[in-house]
């Protein structure tokens, strides 16, 4: 069923052109004996996530459900989707031709990828953001080929404290190519990036400094400190962001020194799927938008003084002059990106930086009665948003399979990725976790020792 929102002044103007005077006439057809004439018998005053929580509890009677609790972040997040976003994406003006190069028949798609880039700007604090990248970790790699376009230097300096699947998927961008690209470790401390280790690396040959905020243990990185010693030396500041719910508490990146602002917006009312799809965004300053990666969309008037949306700059490779090209990128993430656009409306400033709030809330409430239980200690010192590292007495992963006997997805071991870190979790809290199911968290991880 589609999605038709309408106030009552437009329901009753409705119901009069078909001569009703109820919406109750509506269903005229359907036998009194089997109507339901009295209101649902639900709690007053739920909240559409409460809800929907409500209805998978009632069919787990009647059906075989997931009624696991996560914990469990790392670059994919487990977010409110509102139900309103599958009906709006069903829509037959989005529905339009898989390539939008012929504006007159793809108004609807152009319009939306206008739409995303301009809210992409409005989070980053970016002045101009494309069409979207295959997801957060291409991004990446795409970041770093433009910054060694922009000024033709080869070394780029990443902190370990970005997500280790984006490292990865950078070195087999990168391997082939001309360019070094050098891992520095982090604070132990703090957990964040090594300024000291950074200020020694760096030099006239650095193309771009690579990190991420919230970092990869979900920790605030000092991006302003990186800036000023990454543009000391004339190199750019990539940052990167996975969990993009952050952007509606933190400062713009832009407003903090960075050059180059690209992530994964799935938590922007993508579903978590086996492996995606995701959506990756990117953002930058204008001076360097024919240097960036994609494509961006522009709104125009057309002879007639009509606006319409068009493809403004478009970098593939299949074009003309295909040695200019910028990027092998294909293809923008249109329906993920249709996607986040419809979650970002819906939500507004004031609902996105609410649930943000609910974010910072609920992982700080489960930090603390974790830290209260003694048996775990934070492993970190800086602020974080809503994952947060904690260390025990006992395996990561065995303490994982311990939790999902329970039907809890705990948190992400550390030691596959860092070594030293065995006994360490990266648990994630978001507004979807309720207090009953944190304080089973806590219950259950005392239990498994």
């Known amino acids: 069923m589609r999605y038709i929102s309408s106030s009552n002044v ?39 996530s409460e809800t929907v929580k409500l209805f998978r509890k009632f069919s787990a009677d009647t059906a075989h459900t997931n009624d696991s609790t996560y914990f469990l972040g790392a670059g994919a997040y487990n977010h409110f989707i509102p139900v309103v976003i599958d009906p709006i994406i069903q829509r037959s003006e989005f529905l339009t031709a898989y390539t939008p190069y012929q504006p007159e028949i793809s108004q609807g798609t152009l319009q939306v990828i206008f739409e ?32 060694n376009r922009v000024n033709d ?25 001309d360019l070094k690209v050098i891992t520095l470790d982090f604070d132990r401390q703090t957990g964040l990036m090594d300024l000291d280790r950074l200020g020694e690396s760096l030099g006239s040959d650095c193309a771009a400094v690579v990190i991420q ?11 302003v400190d990186v800036a000023a010693l990454a543009h000391r030396h004339g190199a750019l500041l990539i940052v990167m962001v996975t969990e993009a719910l952050a952007l509606a508490l933190l400062k713009p990146p832009s407003e903090l020194g960075a050059d180059i602002v690209a992530g994964e917006a799935q938590s922007f009312g993508v579903p978590i799927g086996f492996g995606g799809p995701y959506l990756g965004f990117f953002a930058t300053r204008d001076k360097y938008k024919r240097s960036m990666p994609g494509r961006l969309a522009g709104r125009a008037l057309d002879a007639n003084g009509n606006p319409g949306f068009v493809l403004t700059l478009a970098t593939r490779e299949q074009f003309i002059r295909r040695e200019k090209a910028t990027s092998n990128i294909c293809t923008n993430e249109g329906l993920c990106a249709l996607m986040a656009t419809i979650f970002l409306c819906t939500l507004g400033k004031q609902g996105l930086r609410a649930m943000a709030e609910q974010n910072v809330q609920k992982a700080h409430y489960a930090a ?11 492993a970190f010192s800086a602020p974080f948003f809503n994952e947060f590292v904690v260390t025990g007495p006992t395996d990561a992963t065995r303490l994982a399979e311990s939790l999902l006997k329970k039907k809890i997805v705990g ?15 990266l648990l994630c809290v978001t507004e979807q976790n309720i207090k009953a199911e944190i304080d089973r968290l806590v219950a259950e991880l005392n239990a498994a020792l």
Request: proline share 5%.
């Open 10 to 48: 437009e329901a009753q103007a409705m119901l009069q052109s078909m001569g009703l005077t109820a919406i109750e006439q509506l269903f005229g057809g359907i036998p009194e004996a089997i109507r339901l004439n009295r209101d649902l018998d639900l709690p007053l005053g739920l909240s559409e």
């Open 153 to 177: 230097r080869k070394k780029i300096l990443v902190s370990s404290t970005v997500h280790p699947h984006y490292r990865e998927v950078l070195h087999t961008y990168t391997k082939n190519l």
């Open 368 to 378: 603390a009665a974790i830290a209260r239980a003694g048996s775990y200690r934070q």
């Open 116 to 147: 995303f880039q301009t809210l992409i700007c409005q989070l980053t604090g970016m002045e101009v953001a494309n069409a979207s990248l295959y997801d957060g970790s291409t991004a990446m790699a795409e970041a770093v080929l433009m910054a």
């Open 213 to 223: 905020n919230p970092n990869f243990f979900g920790c605030i990185e000092d991006v």
């Open 411 to 425: 948190g992400l071991p550390l030691g596959r990725y860092y070594p030293a870190w065995p006994n360490s979790s």
